[in-house]
């Protein structure tokens, strides 16, 4: 306790001559006092690391709610304009009828450079939902062909470059012309034996993250054309053991892919809480372990230290040709604190109570 006098050496020294058990129980206490400090310290860090990722994810939820209040917010501008429009047109005697309500715009996607930069398989689906939800932004399929050209850079651009001229004899007629063109130069051709190659060797051992586990084999199993009555099979077939045997039940008696997915992802959430607990309380067992040899390493040396001076042939002179040197630990005449037979067994009585503290862990572990 930091409130109690502090100790001398020489008090200390009496104390383990006159009664060394007592010496040992203050020991012990004082070790068992750092062990539980260093446990509500443990416990606190993983409480802080709990709450920063309920703070994380609250976060998450609050971003994804702004998303939706602005997607929501444009919408109702829309919806005002439209209105606007409706009002003047009818107080200039045109019929609602008359008045045409134009889709919300989506986003452009980025332009296609090389096929890597953005990758082609994206850019694709982006343009075509792009199309197809302002299909009335692009009514006719000049204005669609426009746009494509628009959307596209570097080498992309080249590409379709000469089948855009007007008096070219391939010139396109249609947008899905310039898709096809572009999916010869930048779709792999190897594309469907590749995933299923790669499907076949997907498998999820311990320690993957489970969800970008989930992402890609069904990237995979899409690229691939397996059978969707196939995936649930396949899936529980790719898990590692550990979580194979949980969700056996499961496996068992769902009967969808999509059931039993959401299954795996609870079991897979909490046999990562088990195994990051039982990390935790092995390394907290370590840094004990570790904290009690240095203690030993520590009184060793010295001990050793002490003996190797005093058989040191030097010393030996010096203290034959110098009989008055007095020792600065006990006082005495005739040899110097190094070589003192008493700081030597001050010391092995130090060392001797730690090593009954190391042979008798099952005592400390009580206390704790």
Not at 119 to 125: G, I, Q, T, V, Y
Not at 126 to 136: I, P, R, S, V
Not at 253 to 259: H, K, L, S
Not at 317 to 342: F, S, V
Request: glycine share 2%.
């Amino acid at each position: 306790p930091t409130d109690q006098p502090r100790v001398s050496l020489e008090e200390f020294r009496q104390m383990i001559h006159s009664d060394k058990d007592h010496v040992y129980k203050e020991l012990a206490a004082i070790f068992d006092s750092i062990f539980d400090d260093e446990k509500t310290l443990r416990d606190t860090i993983t409480c802080l690391r709990m709450e920063q990722n309920n703070a994380t994810d609250q976060a998450a939820v609050k971003q994804s709610q702004i998303d939706e209040l602005i997607a929501e917010c444009d919408e109702l501008s829309h919806t005002l304009v439209c209105m606007t429009v409706s009002n003047q047109a009818a107080s200039q005697g045109v019929t609602p009828s008359e008045t045409t309500q134009r889709s919300v715009k989506i986003d452009d996607p980025k332009h296609l450079t090389d096929g890597k930069e953005s990758k082609f398989e994206h850019w694709l689906s982006q343009m075509k939902n792009k199309l197809w939800e302002n299909a009335d932004h692009y009514p006719t399929e000049h204005m669609r062909i426009a746009y494509i050209e628009n959307q596209t850079d570097g080498d992309a651009a080249h590409h379709i470059a000469p089948c855009m001229e007007e008096d070219h004899p391939e010139q396109y007629q249609t947008a899905e012309e310039i898709f096809e063109h572009l999916k010869s130069i930048y779709e792999d051709a190897n594309k469907l034996q590749n995933a299923k190659s790669d499907y076949h060797k997907l498998i999820m051992r311990n320690g993957d993250n489970y969800h970008e586990f989930v992402t890609k084999f069904l990237h995979l199993a899409g690229e691939a054309k397996i059978a969707k009555e196939d995936y649930k099979t396949d899936f529980n077939d790719k898990l590692f053991f550990d979580l194979q045997r949980m969700v056996a039940v499961a496996n068992a008696t769902t009967n969808t892919y999509a059931e039993f997915q959401k299954i795996c992802a609870q079991a897979a959430h909490t046999l990562q809480t088990i195994n990051a607990t039982q990390k935790s309380k092995s390394l907290w067992g370590n840094g004990s372990n570790i904290f009690k040899q240095n203690t030993l390493w520590a009184s060793d040396s010295q001990t050793s230290h002490s003996t190797s001076a005093t058989k040191s042939p030097t010393i030996k002179k010096a203290l034959g040709t110098h009989p008055d040197i007095q020792c600065y630990y006990c006082k005495e005449k005739g040899h110097i604190a190094r070589n003192c037979p008493a700081k030597q067994k001050s010391q092995q009585v130090i060392t001797e109570l730690t090593e009954n503290d190391t042979s008798e862990p099952s005592a400390d572990l009580g206390k704790e």
